[in-house]
């Protein structure tokens, strides 16, 4: 499995960002996909994951600003970013769970793969 994150970059505050994720290989249609985000020197956080059937799951930060959407026929997920604000700077990384049971997980340690990274960085 490869995931390959794009569409960082710098945005003033209040503005919009796309940021997507191409994934590749087995079984990423079962998959459930995520987006986390980290700041340098704090673990990674999770923001919004999508599962199979397309239930969504949010962090209480990103709520009514973020959108997550998945595409099964190009295997890519997609996050919409708006109202960007500047403790929204940080790295962002789509991740993804193999696993065949449970709900969309918001720990790191239940996702397999990785992308690499896209950064954001929003100026006030």
């Known amino acids: 499995v490869q995931l390959q994150a794009s569409g960082g970059g710098l945005v003033q505050a209040g503005g919009s960002l796309t940021l997507s994720c191409a994934a590749s290989g087995r079984a990423v249609r079962l998959s459930k996909m995520a987006w986390f985000r980290r700041v340098p020197g704090k673990e990674r956080d999770f923001i919004a994951g999508v599962g199979r059937i397309g239930d969504v799951v949010y962090d209480d930060s990103v709520k009514g600003r973020f959108t997550i959407s998945r595409d099964l026929g190009k295997n890519t997920v997609d996050l919409q970013m708006t109202s960007l604000k500047p403790e929204d700077t940080a790295v962002y990384y789509c991740?993804?769970?193999?696993?065949?049971?449970?709900?969309?997980?918001?720990?790191?340690?239940?996702?397999?793969?990785w992308g690499q990274g896209t950064q954001v960085t929003v100026s006030s």
């Open positions: 991740a993804l769970d193999l696993a065949a049971s449970g709900g969309t997980k918001n720990h790191a340690g239940a996702y397999d793969y």
